[in-house]
């Protein structure tokens, strides 16, 4: 095998950022000495190999791989797919769901004990390291961009899915995309099941949920799509928060058994930040965030169903500000009962 690391130094002279994050990831999972080549990509000059394997595969994205073969040429823009690639299983394939330690039984309360004093990235890589691709990241908010941030310098493989429940503000949908371009992963998006979807609208409209409350178009757009998204996996992470609402998140822990599967382990990196903790580490690694945030908005779900909080008010108060506060829960991180 050979394989390629095209670089890229931006117009400007600067290297570019993503290019060190990649090289970081590699050499973090031990497989930086696998890249037989680094070649550069000068913004500036079209002639520099770099720029001319770029127009040749038709990619725009940097960094990106070129690994070549038995099995012939395949170009990478994405470094985790190139991490799963390279990475060896124990049983000598390269599944990405294969995890990376094994299957003994978890103590949730014992592993939460262990674990809630621990910084997000401690907790998210005792997840990562424990289930390995095995462990999807649920994507919806600036703090799910957070822990998809740590998992990427953390290096070690995972997995990313959204709800698209239809109702998203055109701004959120750009996000999820900037998001997919700057990390270079895949996002599997998660649509209602159009069975029952369409009768309820047919039945019911498309703004029921000012007149009844948001539980039943929640659970066919969110809550039925999330089962499904978890199916494969053993263990997710959430950008969960105890202080984005005192009267339902308050106590939630950074590990356990989840509400809506409990064989199934759930990770909360981020349970025991504030606010403001999640906007530091956003501005300082330069994550890219929903430019709804700009204009007001804290927490973003639905179009319909989202405003920004007035002064004073709590983060969570322009989500369903109709219903009462203890209501407040799309029914995802809700166990059944
Ligand atoms: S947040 Fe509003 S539009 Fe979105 S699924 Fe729930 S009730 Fe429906």
Request: hydrophobic letters at 35%; charged letters at 25%.
């Amino acid at each position: 095998m050979h394989v390629t690391m095209i670089k890229k130094v931006l117009a400007n002279g600067s290297p570019c950022q993503k290019c060190i994050q990649a090289e970081e990831m590699l050499k973090a999972r031990g497989l930086w000495t696998k890249i037989d080549e680094v070649v550069w990509a000068v913004e500036s000059d079209p002639t520099s190999q770099g720029m001319q394997l770029a127009a040749q595969h038709q990619v725009e994205l940097a960094p990106f791989f070129i690994v070549k073969d038995e099995r012939g040429e395949r170009v990478h823009t994405s470094t985790l797919k190139l991490v799963r690639e390279l990475s060896p299983s124990p049983e000598g394939n390269n599944s990405a769901a294969t995890p990376v330690a094994g299957n003994a039984p978890i103590n949730p309360e014992q592993i939460e004990s262990e674990l809630s004093g621990q910084t997000p990235q401690h907790i998210l890589r005792w997840g990562l390291e424990r289930f390995g691709a095995d462990l999807a990241i649920a994507f919806s908010g600036a703090e799910d961009v957070a822990v998809i941030d740590m998992a990427a310098k953390i290096g070690l493989p995972f997995a990313v899915f959204s709800l698209d429940t239809g109702r998203l503000h055109p701004e959120t949908l750009q996000f999820i995309e900037r998001v997919r371009k700057h990390y270079g992963i895949e996002i599997q998006l998660i649509s209602p099941q159009p069975a029952l979807l369409e009768p309820f609208v047919r039945k019911k409209g498309l703004f029921s949920f000012y007149e009844d409350g948001h539980t039943e178009c929640c659970s066919i757009r969110k809550v039925e799509p999330l089962g499904r998204a978890l199916a494969p996996y053993r263990a997710w992470a959430t950008g969960q928060r105890r202080d984005q609402n005192p009267s339902t998140r308050a106590q939630v822990a950074v590990v356990q058994a989840d509400p809506l599967k409990l064989e199934r382990i759930k990770l909360n990196p981020l349970a025991n930040w504030t606010l403001a903790q999640t906007w530091d580490y956003l501005k300082d690694n330069d994550v890219p965030y929903n430019t709804l945030h700009d204009r007001g908005f804290v927490s973003i779900g639905c179009e319909p169903c989202t405003r920004a909080p007035r002064p004073g008010e709590h983060e969570r108060a322009g989500r369903w500000w109709w219903e009462e506060e203890t209501k407040r829960e799309c029914g995802l991180h809700i166990a059944k009962g």
